[in-house]
């Protein structure tokens, strides 16, 4: 366990650690018995309270929510979310969900999605994925994936479709800034905030590139609202009829209350609209795309895995207009992608602050100038939560006995977070991944370039460090 060293608390050992922290907290967590405090440096009053017990995540985010709002330290570090989803507590975060729910949750919402996603297929992956192989072109799937996901977020939310997928590669500014902003986030999470905020009044390092991105998705999201506007100021009305939520985006959909005044935001006119969308990319492009390209990087450590998959598809014909009823069928699709996602959890921490002090049911005292973090990543991989076989992919896991789906309780497998503020966006994105995922395995076969690094980075969002460069040909 690392030493709390006078002055400098358990900083030394984090900083010699770094370029493994990942691996370095399940260590820690194994032998601390899935919970242990770091203290900083005594100037820097961090202590942060690193858990993975399935009691404490339980009791932090269902239980004793209310005690575990955002709270205004994360709104200072994601401040580039505004008033958004992820950035908010109370009536607005409240007003955000109950409006994403009625979007995402309509009836007609998985037919628009399947659509959508299939057009993308189509229109933008299939071309891409005949290109390099025809030209024998190594391809970084992930930045592939990547696009995918940016490409259909865009149109989901805005009805905008920046064709960032197409044989051509295009360099997006807009999805560029996405990443570096994430990447500032994270760093923000991990240096005492005295020590960002200094740099930010300075504008140097991390923050002058957080500065710059951040303007360049105002750019990118203010121009996408004005023309919007301009479009629909005479269809909005037209929209208004419930029945009709679907067959327009989201931002229309935000946009009809914003006019009816319905908005908890005050008058902040176009800005509480571009938060929402920024919330919404960062929510729906690199979750997906992240777990896709893990999910791909695991079937080519485990061929017999991509056969099990093959033998499920056989007898299973799959288009968009049976895409609903088939799907169900795809339980052992089902069961990898949710392995890919224990193993590989996009998200790998929250970090939560208690309002008032409480007792959490592993005994630990936690008060107000604590933060709390959920470690998504090595809550996946302990023993002592899936057995001694944890580090392996086993998509047989996840079904039961009679070939059904296994369910795990949120607090135990968080990918998509547990309590109030679970995932919106889970039957989204496992309809995109098994409409990609099918995609591909009865298409194409995948190789992994030979000698490519395959480690996790270190962000906020759990990518590979240099990518995943991959050979594709299309199978016979
Ligand atoms: C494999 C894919 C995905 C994973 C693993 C995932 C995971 C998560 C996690 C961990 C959170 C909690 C984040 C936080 O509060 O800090 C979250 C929240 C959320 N996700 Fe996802 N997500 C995925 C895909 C999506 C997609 C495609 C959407 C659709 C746009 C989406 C929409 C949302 C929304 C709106 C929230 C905020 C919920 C709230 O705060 O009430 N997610 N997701």
């Known amino acids: 366990?690392?030493?709390?060293?006078?002055?400098?608390?358990?900083?030394?050992?984090?900083?010699?650690?770094?370029?493994?922290?990942?691996?370095?907290?399940?260590?820690?967590?194994?032998?601390?018995?899935?919970?242990?405090?770091?203290?900083?440096?005594?100037?820097?009053?961090?202590?942060?309270?690193?858990?993975?017990?399935p009691a404490n995540v339980h009791h932090v985010m269902s239980k004793n929510f209310v005690n575990y709002p955002k709270g205004s330290k994360l709104n200072e570090i994601l401040d580039v979310l505004g008033d958004g989803i992820f950035n908010t507590d109370y009536q607005v975060w409240q007003y955000h969900r109950k409006m994403a729910?009625?979007?995402?949750?309509?009836?007609?919402?998985?037919?628009f999605l399947v659509?959508?996603?299939?057009?993308?297929?189509?229109?933008?992956?299939?071309?891409?994925?005949?290109?390099?192989?025809?030209?024998s072109i190594d391809v970084d799937l992930q930045d592939l994936f990547a696009r995918f996901t940016f490409d259909t977020i865009c149109t989901i939310v805005m009805d905008y479709d920046p064709r960032s997928l197409s044989v051509d590669f295009p360099c997006l500014p807009s999805s560029k800034a996405l990443d570096d902003v994430e990447e500032v986030i994270f760093y923000r999470h991990v240096v005492p905030s005295c020590v960002w905020k200094f740099q930010r009044w300075l504008?140097?390092?991390?923050?002058?590139?957080?500065?710059?991105?951040?303007k360049t998705l105002d750019n990118f999201i203010y121009k996408c609202i004005s023309m919007k506007r301009e479009q629909s100021s005479?269809?909005?009305k037209q929209k208004e009829d419930d029945d009709d939520k679907v067959s327009a985006d989201l931002l229309t959909l935000y946009m009809i209350q914003d006019e009816n005044h319905n908005t908890p935001s005050g008058n902040q006119g176009d800005k509480f609209l571009r938060d929402t969308i920024l919330n919404f990319f960062v929510a729906g492009r690199d979750t997906t795309s992240a777990t896709l390209s893990w999910f791909f990087y695991l079937l080519s450590k485990n061929p017999r895995v991509i056969s099990m998959i093959k033998k499920e598809l056989e007898n299973i014909t799959i288009n968009r207009t049976?895409?609903?009823?088939?799907?169900?069928?795809?339980?052992?699709?089902?069961?990898?992608?949710?392995?890919?996602?224990?193993?590989?959890?996009?998200?790998v921490f929250e970090a939560k602050s208690?309002?008032?002090?409480?007792?959490?049911?592993?005994?630990?005292?936690?008060?107000?100038?604590?933060?709390?973090?959920?470690?998504?990543?090595?809550?996946?991989?302990?023993?002592?939560?899936?057995?001694?076989?944890?580090?392996?992919?086993?998509?047989?896991?996840?079904?039961s006995e009679q070939g059904k789906i296994r369910h795990e309780p949120s607090y135990k497998f968080i990918a998509f977070n547990a309590g109030p503020r679970t995932c919106l966006g889970k039957d989204m994105a496992f309809t995109q991944m098994k409409i990609i995922a099918t995609t591909i395995i009865q298409n194409y076969v995948i190789q992994v370039v030979e000698e490519h690094p395959v480690?996790?980075?270190?962000?906020?969002?759990?990518?590979?460090?240099y990518g995943f460069k991959v050979r594709i040909r299309r199978s016979r």
């Open 1 to 53: 366990l690392p030493t709390n060293w006078p002055l400098l608390g358990m900083l030394p050992a984090l900083l010699k650690n770094v370029h493994r922290i990942h691996d370095y907290f399940i260590q820690v967590m194994e032998i601390s018995d899935l919970t242990f405090l770091f203290k900083g440096p005594w100037f820097t009053n961090m202590y942060l309270l690193a858990t993975v017990d």
């Open 101 to 111: 729910q009625s979007f995402l949750g309509h009836p007609k919402f998985h037919s």
């Open 115 to 135: 659509n959508k996603t299939w057009d993308k297929v189509q229109n933008g992956l299939i071309p891409v994925l005949d290109h390099v192989s025809q030209n």
């Open 234 to 236: 005479n269809k909005l």
């Open 455 to 465: 480690i996790p980075n270190i962000s906020i969002i759990l990518h590979m460090k």
């Open 203 to 214: 504008d140097i390092g991390q923050e002058k590139k957080y500065r710059k991105a951040w």
């Open 322 to 347: 049976n895409f609903k009823e088939v799907s169900s069928k795809l339980v052992y699709l089902h069961g990898a992608l949710c392995e890919a996602l224990r193993l590989y959890p996009p998200v």
């Open 354 to 399: 208690p309002v008032e002090s409480d007792m959490l049911p592993s005994g630990h005292h936690v008060n107000p100038n604590m933060q709390i973090i959920l470690d998504m990543y090595a809550m996946g991989r302990m023993k002592s939560i899936w057995g001694n076989d944890c580090d392996e992919f086993k998509p047989e896991r996840w079904i």
